[in-house]
């Protein structure tokens, strides 16, 4: 492949951090509950939600105005903890169990996977990072095709949930998926890098 093996180790390290720092898949919902505006950022570990809620004045039928409240809409509608102003956090498996529908379980039981895979790519750099020369006696495979394969794993899992987040577009959002493309070509880089 066109990476020399003497830096497959750093390129295998440099791969799983890059798959934990870039999201692989952002979605838009411009029509949140009453007009409201959600940006999603889903990142290997957690998703970061920016709701802008819409403010709406309701009058009475005595003339009393009142503002109906939206972003208790947009809670009881997208999982998440606030963590300061309009943003808000979730995890892959929260994800999984707020939703009704079917399809949006299945993608975050799909990016519950793709999140261990990770989890695991990024233990396996940290070891290669600290102790390559130990990490790999201690493998009875290449730590490059092992780390290829574990990026692999999450593409595919974080793949299968933007599809399935597609389906459901209209409570979601349209997802770009920025990251599982760039995950999965360094993957599969990987898995057929020879290390000498």
Excluded: C, H
Aim: aromatic residues 10%.
């Amino acid at each position: 492949m066109w990476v020399k093996s003497e830096y497959a180790g750093e390129l295998a390290v440099i791969s799983a951090w890059v798959s934990m720092l870039v999201p692989w898949n952002i979605a838009f919902q411009t029509k949140a509950p009453f007009q409201s505006t959600v940006v999603f950022l889903r990142f290997a570990l957690f998703e970061l939600q920016f709701r802008f809620a819409s403010q709406i004045t309701i009058n009475d039928t005595q003339g009393e105005t009142g503002m109906l409240d939206v972003p208790r809409a947009l809670a009881e509608t997208y999982p998440g903890t606030q963590v300061v102003g309009d943003a808000f956090v979730t995890t892959p498996p929260t994800s999984a169990l707020f939703y009704d529908l079917a399809s949006l379980q299945q993608a975050g039981i799909a990016w519950t996977v793709a999140a261990l895979a990770f989890l695991a790519a990024l233990a396996l750099s940290i070891a290669l990072y600290t102790r390559e020369e130990a990490v790999r006696d201690a493998l009875d495979v290449s730590e490059v095709r092992l780390m290829g394969a574990l990026l692999v794993v999450g593409a595919l899992g974080t793949g299968v949930a933007t599809v399935l987040y597609y389906l459901q577009r209209g409570v979601v959002g349209t997802p770009i998926p920025v990251g599982v493309l760039l995950v999965g070509a360094l993957g599969v880089v990987l898995l057929q890098t020879e290390r000498v």
